[in-house]
């Protein structure tokens, strides 16, 4: 079966460092994503992760585990622009894509 | 920068009428996708679509959808009968190629409303 679990909302303040931890069950795992979402908008990608280890993209960064299907976002010098949903998905060898229901993180000044 | 774009924004339909969704992938892109989104709900896979045919699709999509690739621009999903339950955002996405599937570029979203 898939499924995906991240905690719903998130809080944090501008400047800080954030991270959205994402654990996963997917037959056949083939790589994990992470999407940002703003209100009203679409997603849009901001990582990639198949095998174990940490990919780093400018603020951002994930994190893998397939052995304990575990996945985190780290977002670093927050800025107000970042709040938004943060999706979490998974898929598999035969293509299903399956979406989080999406961290919701908000940011204070 | 080259995007995905979607028509219409709005559709506004009454239950058991067809509607077509349109979706323009970016032009060098051969994997499509389309994706709907519930109000307040997470997004949920509906279909993929490579080589004119569908790859794979989830338990959502039934009978009543279906995709095609009329000409060499567009992607279209069609609902045959709309429920009220249809209404929702609908998002089209394409990709590059099938070792950058992950790396998808979605559309602005079609949201569908059905009365």
């Known amino acids: 079966g898939q499924n995906i679990d991240q905690p719903t909302e998130m809080t944090a303040t501008e400047g800080a460092i954030v991270q959205i931890n994402c654990t996963y069950q997917?037959?056949?795992?083939?790589?994990l994503f992470w999407y940002q979402q703003h209100a009203g908008e679409a997603p849009t990608f901001l990582s990639y992760n198949v095998l174990d280890g940490l990919e780093e993209k400018g603020r951002f960064s994930s994190f893998l585990s397939r052995s304990k299907g575990y996945s985190y976002l780290l977002l670093k010098e927050l800025q107000m622009k970042d709040s938004a949903s943060y999706l979490c998905?998974?898929?598999?060898?035969?293509?299903?894509?399956?979406f989080g229901k999406g961290t919701r993180l908000h940011i204070l000044p | 920068e080259p995007e995905v774009t979607q028509t219409p924004s709005h559709q506004v339909t009454q239950m058991g009428q067809e509607v077509i969704l349109r979706c323009v992938p970016i032009?060098?892109?051969?994997?499509f996708y389309w994706y709907r989104q519930i109000l307040g709900q997470k997004v949920e896979f509906l279909v993929s679509?490579?080589?004119?045919?569908?790859?794979?699709k989830s338990e959502i999509f039934d009978d009543q959808f279906s995709v095609e690739r009329p000409d060499g621009s567009n992607f279209t999903l069609k609902i045959r009968s709309t429920k009220l339950e249809d209404s929702a955002m609908y998002f089209c996405a394409s990709s590059e190629d099938w070792s950058s599937s992950y790396e998808q570029y979605f559309g602005p979203g079609t949201r569908l409303t059905v009365t």
């Open positions: 998905v998974s898929m598999n060898r035969d293509d299903k894509i399956i």
């Open positions: 679509f490579y080589n004119n045919e569908i790859s794979e």
């Open positions: 032009s060098n892109h051969l994997y």
């Open positions: 997917t037959s056949g795992f083939n790589g």
